[in-house]
């Protein structure tokens, strides 16, 4: 991030309320009163900020854009990362895991062993969907003792403690609200494109939600903010970062 950022003038906790198209140019007010103007603006909050209504737009966007942000699902997925004392997992013969509950209601979770990858006693539980209230509206304590205590049923014994605990809550962020882009019934990839069209010429959007090879991946994202430097220069590539000179 910081050699993306490298040169640039980053302006943090400035949350914009508004987007404005005004005077052949756009205008973005933030909640502190303060405002931006210029020629054009690149939008690149997360689906469920834009659909939240958090950010107003003048004029409103287009009503069949406010339908597709609506029919789209925005996922949960959160993760448990706990860092023990040792690979104990290892000892036991395995390593990646996939955690089917007893109840078959109840969705799977994934453990992802981070000493494989070089770093450190490390395990990433992944959770999805429904699963996602056992951790995001409990304590990094609970939360820890829930994975805990799937892992010890796969062990047939206690499970040790971990010596740290960190728990995303992206559900509950108002700056993000959710996870993931992914097409529902009655919506389609074409709805994904469509939030990637700017509007007037002038109001730009990225994100994984605005284009439909790479929906839902940061990989998608990042391609998608290529895409608008490109459209806003007029250019065929970009380069990224500092090439033998000032950013480009």
């Known amino acids: 991030m910081d050699a993306l950022a490298s040169g640039l003038d980053v302006r943090l906790d400035r949350p914009v309320t508004r987007v404005e198209l005004a005077g052949g140019g756009v205008r973005v007010s933030s909640d502190d009163g303060q405002a931006e ?9 997360p689906l469920g900020v834009l659909r ?4 107003e737009f003048a004029p409103p966007l287009p009503p069949e854009r406010s339908r597709v942000m609506t029919r789209l699902g925005f996922g949960r997925y959160e993760k448990v990362v706990l860092r023990f004392a040792r690979p104990f997992w290892r000892e036991a013969g395995w390593s990646h895991l996939v955690l089917f509950p007893p109840d ?16 450190g006693p490390v395990l990433a539980c992944h959770v999805f969907h429904s699963a996602t209230g056992q951790v995001s509206a409990a304590s990094p304590d609970a939360a820890s003792r829930w994975v805990t205590d799937r892992l010890a049923a796969v062990l047939g014994g206690p499970c040790p403690e971990p010596v740290s605990v960190a728990v995303t809550g992206w559900a509950d ?4 609200r959710g996870a993931y882009t992914h097409v529902t019934p009655g919506s389609a990839n074409a709805d994904l494109d469509l939030l990637g069209t700017p509007l007037a010429g002038r109001v730009l959007f990225a994100g994984e939600h605005t284009q ?8 998608g994202a990042m391609a998608s903010g290529i895409r608008e430097a ?19």
């Open 37 to 45: 103007s210029g020629s054009h603006v690149v939008v690149a909050v």
């Open 52 to 55: 939240s209504g958090l950010i």
């Open 104 to 119: 078959p209601a109840e969705p799977a979770t994934w453990i992802f062993d981070l000493e494989a990858f070089g770093l």
């Open 173 to 176: 962020d108002p700056y993000a």
């Open 212 to 219: 439909s090879a790479r929906v839902g991946y940061a990989d």
């Open 230 to 248: 490109k459209r806003l220069l007029g250019v065929p590539t970009v380069a990224l970062g500092r090439v033998d000179g000032p950013p480009r």
